[in-house]
């Protein structure tokens, strides 16, 4: 078969989601199986006439299709991590991007140019800052006022937040004063299983060292709200912004630079992506409790509203027009479809992951809705299997766990018997608590050969979905 194409289709797929939603893993397992597809394993295009792709060709770092200053996906190294320690990669510390080109055998007048982009899940939550008004005073104001409502009307984390807030109201209040509460207060929302705080650089710094530790007093001191330790700011209500003029205006300088040095690069490359992979962790949001339930919708809600995807019959023709005549360089790209993912299905059985895609849908179906003209989809996916059902055991899963049944840590070996709770059709109405749900950690389980595709569930679903 001729290798010649007439044109080139690119994609580009942004993956967004909190930490540990297992945004490095999904792209991993996607590179690894397109380099080096096994049409068993992934199916790529139509079940009834699948294709295969060859022709693989990984882009170098600093090679002219780098996008930006983003530094380079280390694929290599996270595969590494499954195949010579048993474990899972490490998670994202820094945004980065990845590129190659392919031809697939079911495509005959095109091949394809891959571009992915991956952002650290801290990250996520700065996004919404994209949202408001450009003028950084606008824009801080904007921003607090939402973050401010947000965190008071919350009763799960208004506590934390109540000496914070009591004393913004005070004119004698200080800078150091407000700033040190308001951090103490991102310690203990931490340790409570929440997972959307900003300013990010208090839970992830600019050199990729995350928070540690489980005093909120003494994380207060090692940490900083902003650029650096003289760059903080945190949100102030506007009766706060009234009684302190002048912290206000340091604040909004401060904010407007972090918002155009940490913020807006990564969020113009994801408004230039074709489609979105969201990453919400219904497993994760079951097991600890209606907190986390709440902030993924809120974030969610305020990602969507940043980037404000859209779509129309007018940008498919131009879409197919540039496809069609101009150079890939040249071409505008917007984001057109939206996959909502639910991960690590595996560690249900298979009759709850239906369920499982079902929890998710009811989260987000009113923000996807809103997405005018957006192709919106729901997956529940396994990239990398790491546990399967026991044949005729009630609700019995196979795998090696990563903790006991005492919390304590285990190295990978060899595989245990573990139950899962049972997933509901429906999200508890009366909420639930940390613990009422149990899906345990497991280990991933791959061949030591590096070139043999991991076995994974749903993965080339949603790729067939973004690459249309």
Known sequence: MSSFRWKTTERRIGVIGPRWSGKTVFLTSLINHLKFHDPVRFVLGRRDRSGEATHFREYAEGTHTAIGNLPWFDYEGYRNQFVQNGQW???TRDASQ???RFERTDWMLSDVQLRLFDLPGERVNDIPMMASPGDPALGFAAWSDRTCKRLAKDLTVSEFFAPYFTRMEDAYATEAELVHLYKVALGRTRLAYRPYMSP??????RLGNRLNGTDPEVQAKARFCGLGPEEEFVPLTSTARSKHAELTERFAQRFGRYRNEIVAPVVTQLKSCHGLVVMV?????????????????????DLLAALDPKDSTFDLVLRNFYEAVLPVSLRRSWISRIAFVAPKADRVPFEDRTRVKGLMEQMVRHDARNCRG???????????????????????????????????????????????SAVPDTWPEGGWRPGDFVFPDVYPRVSPLSNCPTEQSGLDDVFNFLCW
């Open 89 to 91: 990669p490490a998670t």
């Open 374 to 420: 957006v192709n919106a989809q729901y997956f529940s996916v396994a990239s990398v299997v790491g546990a399967r059902e026991v044949t005729g055991g009630h609700r019995e899963m196979l795998g090696s766990t990563i903790y006991d049944a005492t919390g304590h840590p285990l190295a990978p070996g060899s595989e245990r018997k573990f139950t899962v």
């Open 200 to 205: 990010s650089t208090f839970l992830l710094d």
């Open 281 to 301: 962790d219904v497993l994760a949001i079951l097991g600890h409790g209606t907190g986390m339930y709440n902030d993924y919708r809120n974030l969610v809600t």
């Open 98 to 100: 990845y590129a190659c």
